[in-house]
């Protein structure tokens, strides 16, 4: 399966490796790095890494019912991992969200740990932990929020407070910091900016109260009822001390802020998997409340654990499916077509054969497509990226001119020199006239040489030939419906 769109370009940031960049903290892209190292550039050098952190997490989690129950909770607490959807496909691609969930899911096991005995080792691997999620992602600081709920709210938090191990694991954790705040101090605050402010509107949509529907569909229907109440029965014994304690404010501390600030951020990207490291503590407190519960809700909770499990081998049918040509083709039929998923490896050949036959600066619309072409073609040809505002809407603009890739980057080296532009052109209708529109400026005389359909045109790939100006040209994009680029999408769209 093709590199999906964001994970192209946190492969892309691991060709210029650094202390972070515009998107996120460095360890994705480390990882990448290393991966490839190790196994050669491709989909297995590339995913290797998230592979094996997937696949450590259900141990992790037996580990975790081990230490909260007993050995055959924990046991239980691994296969209920195995049967979450969300968890159950974890590492299957490159994405930040596996180390980030591993280290969450390792910092809970070592807080249960050091809560019970106090040991300075437990602190340490606890302020690791910590440490590697700062290192991975800025939703790290929820997992900092949910600890910061348990050890203010409950008389066994408040009695951390006077041992010395929870200062040393909260002084190694703000290591992992640095990075992030050398990255932000380079780029002006661009990764904050971007992840607090730009993404989110910070206001009212009502449409986000749909949050716990969709939750219930990544986690299967009956097994998120088994998780909610799971959740309530836990809060209830809340007070009865370890591990209810625990398990009730770390869980309550995801999930609940997860689902507020739902209401007013970002509504525009996939986000059903923020919540996980909230489900994993009920998971292992699972097995034994279905002990102490009446038949009914043990009914219940096999159904959840075995509907769930189907869900997951579903999820790894939809990727097998999609990596397959003639399997895309079956989901284009239907409509659940993964667009960002599959069509490089034909967008990247058909580049190759038009520079073949005339070489060229090779030039992308937008970041996601040339860290694609980039990734296609082994990183051996630099792929520079036009000024979308798409680049800016996912954080990558600045990333892009640190790396000087976009169009000031693009002239300074390149000016006068002739130029093949990849245009992809299936996008939302409101959003084709302001992306297609823009872009005339930043082509000196465009020529459309060819374009490829794939999947019955749910993705369209344009080649354009033309030459890099020596400056922006913005009078030729004042009239967007007078640019080429979105008059000939239009057209093909059309059929005409």
């Known amino acids: 399966m093709s590199p999906f769109g964001d994970e192209a370009f946190y492969w892309l940031e691991s060709r210029h490796p650094a202390w972070g960049y515009s998107d996120l903290p460095p360890l994705t892209a480390w990882l990448i790095w290393l991966g490839e190292r190790v196994a050669g550039h491709g989909l297995v050098g590339m995913r290797w890494p998230f592979?094996?952190?997937?696949?450590?997490?259900?141990?992790v989690m037996v580990a975790f019912g081990r230490r909260a129950f007993d050995a055959r909770a924990g046991w239980q607490a691994g296969l209920l991992c195995l049967a979450l959807p969300l968890a159950g496909t974890f590492g299957v691609m490159a994405m930040p969200d596996v180390p980030l969930t591993l280290a969450i899911a390792v910092g809970l096991y070592a807080l249960l740990r050091a809560m019970d005995e106090g040991r300075l080792r437990d602190w340490l691997l606890l302020g690791f932990a910590l440490a590697a999620a700062w290192l991975t992602h800025y939703r790290a600081a929820m997992a900092m929020f949910a600890g910061l709920l348990l050890l203010a709210c409950t008389p066994r938090g408040r009695a951390q407070w006077?041992?010395?191990g929870l200062w040393l694991a909260l002084a190694v954790a703000a290591l992992g910091l640095v990075p992030l705040i050398e990255s932000n101090w380079r780029q002006h605050g661009a990764g904050i900016a971007f992840q607090l402010v730009d993404r989110n509107p910070w206001r009212f949509h009502a449409d986000a109260l749909v949050q716990p529907l969709e939750q219930a569909i990544a986690c299967t229907p009956v097994l998120y009822v088994v998780l909610l109440w799971v959740l309530w029965t836990s809060w209830r014994r809340r007070c009865?001390?370890?591990p209810w304690d625990l398990l009730a404010w770390t869980s309550l501390g995801f999930l609940a802020p997860y689902f507020l600030l739902g209401l007013f951020a970002d509504d525009q990207r996939f986000r059903a998997h923020w919540p996980l490291p909230g489900y994993l503590p009920l998971l292992a407190a699972l097995p034994a409340l279905c002990r102490e519960a009446g038949r009914g809700w043990r009914v219940v909770s096999a159904a959840g654990g075995l509907l769930g499990g189907l869900g997951t081998l579903l999820g790894l049918g939809y990727l097998a499916l999609a990596a397959s040509p003639r399997g895309a083709d079956v989901l284009a039929s239907g409509r659940a077509f993964p667009t960002h998923f599959v069509g490089w490896r034909e967008g990247a050949a058909q580049a190759r054969t038009l520079l073949q036959q005339r070489d060229a600066v090779l030039v992308a619309d937008n970041f996601m497509l040339a860290a694609e072409l980039e990734?296609?073609?082994g990183g051996q040809r630099p792929v520079y990226s036009l000024d979308s505002g798409l680049n800016a809407k996912h954080g990558r603009a600045s990333q892009l001119a640190v790396w000087q890739r976009d169009e000031n980057g693009l002239r300074a080296a390149h000016a006068g020199e002739p130029m093949l532009l990849v245009?992809?052109?299936v996008m939302r209708e409101r959003e084709r006239l302001?992306?297609?529109?823009?872009?005339?400026?930043?082509v000196e005389a465009p020529r459309l040489v060819t374009r490829l359909v794939l999947f019955s045109g749910r993705k369209s790939l344009a080649y354009y030939r033309g030459r890099v100006p020596d400056v922006l040209r913005e009078g030729q994009a004042a009239d967007p419906a007078q640019c080429v680029f979105w008059r000939n999408a239009r057209a093909a769209a059309e059929g005409v």
């Open 51 to 59: 592979l094996l952190l997937g696949s450590a997490l259900p141990w």
């Open 162 to 164: 006077r041992r010395g």
């Open 240 to 242: 009865e001390g370890a």
């Open 375 to 377: 990734f296609q073609f």
């Open 423 to 425: 245009v992809s052109e």
């Open 434 to 442: 302001e992306r297609l529109g823009a872009i005339c400026g930043s």
